[in-house]
């Protein structure tokens, strides 16, 4: 039980592109759903929380006309990286939450 | 503010021998504490998490983890590691489980034959 898919897993694409990475939760219903973004060999960096039907709460620093969250269901929420540039490539994961945090296996976006 | 602290960037284990990974935590109230398990260019899977009750508690994969609110800890051991054990290794606190985690820097841990 309890498992997120993320997709695509791998984008490349070119500077100035929109890119939108999907994160479902397949047999949970997930009340509030989370966006990292993870740098080589660190940590994850919260960017937003979403809510089912609300607008998402951005950390500082994030710009939220950038990355645009959509929280359609209790199932899905999309990321979309709007104009992206090559400073935006990275390793991008999501977190799908109840009463525990369960994690999608991550997409790395790679921006030319 | 909530802050986890994991002193270790890198511990080199060999197979069969113990491992501790230490994990200290700043909150103000009751914590939910998490750890997670990383491998490489993938996604963070759940070891354990504590919320409440029984200080000591048990993982998936023969982990186990005990909460000392005395000393803010949260360690996480296993017996008896294996070669499938390397891999990166986060700390995570929360309000309470549905809400956003502060994350330790990781622990990576090699394992040596």
């Known amino acids: 039980g309890a498992v997120v898919s993320q997709h695509p897993s791998w984008v490349i694409c070119k500077s100035g592109t929109s890119v939108k990475i999907e994160c479902r939760s397949l047999?949970?219903?997930?009340?509030?759903m989370f966006w990292y973004r993870q740098f080589p060999k660190q940590s994850l960096m919260l960017m937003a929380t979403?809510?089912?039907?609300?607008?998402?709460?951005?950390e500082q620093g994030v710009e939220k006309d950038k990355f645009l969250i959509n929280h359609a269901s209790l199932t899905l929420s999309t990321l979309t990286v709007t104009s992206a540039h090559p400073e935006d490539s990275s390793f991008y994961i999501c977190?799908?939450?109840?009463?525990?945090?369960?994690f999608g296996p991550g997409t790395r976006l790679t921006v030319l | 503010a909530q802050s986890v602290t994991q002193p270790d960037i890198h511990i080199t284990v060999s197979e069969g021998a113990s491992l501790e990974l230490r994990c200290n935590y700043s909150?103000?109230?009751?914590?939910?504490l998490f750890w997670y398990v990383q491998s490489p260019g993938q996604g963070l899977q759940l070891l354990l998490k504590?919320?409440?009750?029984?200080?000591l508690v048990q993982g998936i994969k023969g982990f186990e983890a005990e909460f000392k609110r005395s000393q803010s800890s949260f360690n996480l051991r296993k017996p008896s590691v294996h070669w499938s054990d390397a891999a990166e290794y986060f700390c995570?606190?929360?309000?309470?489980?549905?809400?956003?985690?502060?994350f330790g820097t990781g622990t990576r841990l090699t394992i040596i034959p």
């Open positions: 504590y919320f409440s009750g029984d200080t």
């Open positions: 909150y103000g109230a009751t914590p939910y």
């Open positions: 979403s809510n089912e039907g609300s607008k998402a709460t951005y």
């Open positions: 995570a606190v929360g309000a309470r489980g549905n809400e956003k985690l502060t």
């Open positions: 047999d949970f219903q997930a009340t509030t």
């Open positions: 977190g799908s939450s109840t009463d525990t945090q369960y």
